[in-house]
């Protein structure tokens, strides 16, 4: 079975930025893949990429097995679309907008845009402009799910949200899975790691990782190693451990291919007179912090000559 | 279709109260139309209503915007062309055909039968399409909101008023049609790519280009281009030609066409003419002459004829050229667009009469009196008054025969009124106190009909200006 998503090298490059560079991920079928970056990272660039709102400066999207430069009104009667700031017609009324919605979509069912309605407690004669953000959004998602898509984009659709409200809303989403497929962008970490079922992380347009949850979460381990006595710290510790720091005895790192066997072979080898390892499995926010702090190497390298005069 | 109409229902739904407005504003200009007995009519109404017009249109393209990478309707299934479709189909319900059936209600209230006119009808509202519909939709597709779209509007029209000003006599057919079309066109041309492609900045240079290409049309077509497109396309059927006649003329006797001159500045000189090839039963009218004094060495002066007839030119020279080459023979080369015409049928109204005339569409007289109170008298005016489809190109002569069989003549000069689809014409002839016309007074008139163009050639050589001059 063909990805429903599939970029191969897209990149986006608006004037003095490179927005996206080289982006390559795929994301299965059902998944629920969750894009994560910091603000400005180029989340929102690369889903308006996707969805051919912009051109892509290079490489290729594909989206239900079309390229995304190719996107037209068959495979857009079977995407939905949400977005933090997208521009609503405002002097609809929200039972208006409902209705105008589903005569662009012939697999829109009525029962549905009634249930979601129901769940949203959406008020039907309401016009969008007098809504509150929070229950914009829910009607640009009823808008976006009644016709039951089969891939699912949303843009940092929880922002600014209280958290009844996203609980609502990725219920909505979640109950669409695995029927349908989502990829969403988000730079709330906490909030993904309850639902998401891939994750991939965007720093200034580059991707650092993309992987399922449960092996990022398997993979990645805290490890604290407690020394017999004062030692330095090897120079030529794995790549794979990030973010060494030593304080007296104790010596932290974040094991980013955390295997039991060899974990303890390798500590073996550099700490041979150690008395205690601890390793504690880490939050989805946790391994994110690590790889950002390990992907500036000047930060690293500034830490550690900050820790050297205390040994 | 379906889904074009559907948007469509939207934005009839989202500017219902703005459609009503120009509706509103519509049927009043209509009624003043219809009632009309006068050729001064409410032109500010159908600049409001074109306004309308234009407010209406951009505004429903902006509704869904295709600026920008927020809105809400690019990521819904419906193609651009249904898009585009669906704005036209908007523009055609509240523009073009409100507009078109205006016409008919104006044609049959005032006698014509509108079937008769459809051809011109409808050229009208293509002229529409390429004036106001595509251009504003073209400016509103790559403009981001209404204010910007006033004032790009603003800009161009300043723009066009300016270009105006300093073209002599931009009202000429020839010069609208081509930057109609140019305007049309760049609309068109503009509309489908941001449509289509949405390259926002792309599409904005080539609506400036448009702009700037109607533009240089507008100021750069000379008359004398104009005249030879009017004489392709309908050539005069004889051949004239302009001699330097021998019959001098004193100054004295054109004292009121140098009158204004800038005598300081200038030396107004009056070459007579003979002018051969025009048939005895024809008339010609003359357009404005370019004119070149070419001197002795190759110097060459340009002037327009400020008073161009059949035995006449007068040219202004520079002082200082007049100076210098005054006493030496100059050649005079240019040239003169001219219309041959000649006078159909008279027809005669009597007063308060109203009635076809070949030529002339439907002609009405009346007498419009003014009772002296003190006396009891009639003191006033009557008028003679024509409306016709066909815009004709050339005024019409009327007279009228007082009851006394003295006569005046006046000129029935053509003159579109604003928005509506009737030309009209009309000469008024003051009443001496107590002067009845009803009894026995009547009106003739006569069509002038146009029989082609020629752009005539000038090529005088070995004049001497001293010669001819009018004031030295």
Redesign the interface.
Known sequence: MRAPLRTERLSKTFPHVDALRELTIEVPEGAVFALLGPNGAGKTTAI?TL?N??EPTSGRAELLGVDSRSL??????R?G?V?E?????E?MKVGYFLS??R???PDWRDEDAAELVRVFELPLDRRLRHLSRGMKVKA?LASSLAYRPKLILLDEPFGGLDVLVREQLIESVLERTPEATVFLSSHDLSEIESFASHVAYLNEGRLLFAEEMAALSGRFCEIEVTLGEPAELPDDLPAAWLNPEQSGVVIGFVDSQYDPERHRADIQRFFPGARDVTARTMTLRAIILAISKAARPSQRARRKSEVTPCV | M??AL?IFK?DVR?FWWGIAIALLLQIAADSLDVAANTIVLPVPLDWLLMVAWAALVALAVH?D?LV?????W??????WR?LLASKLLYALAVVHAPSFLADVVVLAARGFRPWEWLGSMLLKQVALVAVVTLPTIAMAAVLRNFAHLALAVIGIVGLTVFASNIVVGADDEVRTVLTAAVLGAGGLAVTWWQFARRRTSRTRLAGIATVAAAELVFVSLTPVFVARVYAAVDPAPARVSFHVSEVSIAWRDFAPYVRYSDTAAYVPVNVPLSVSGIPTEEQCLFGPALVYVIAPGGERMESRATYFTREMMIVQIPRSFYQRFGNAKVNLKGTVAAVLYRLGSTASLRVGERRPVPGMGRCSTELVAIPEIASGELHGFTQVECESPASPSLPGLAEFWSADLSHRTAQLEWRSAGLSPLARAMATFPLSPGEDPRPSGKFDITPEIPLGWQVVDLDFSGLRLQDYVLVQ
């Not at chain 1, 037209?72 to 009667?77: I, K, L, P, Q, R």
């Open positions: 308006k969805l709102i912009q037209g009104a068959g495979e857009f009667a995407i679309y977005s700031n997208q521009q609503m017609p002097w105008y919605c005569e662009f979509y640009a | 379906r889904l559907h939207k989202r509704e915007p920008g990478d927020r809105q809400f690019i990521t819904r299934p419906a193609r249904v």
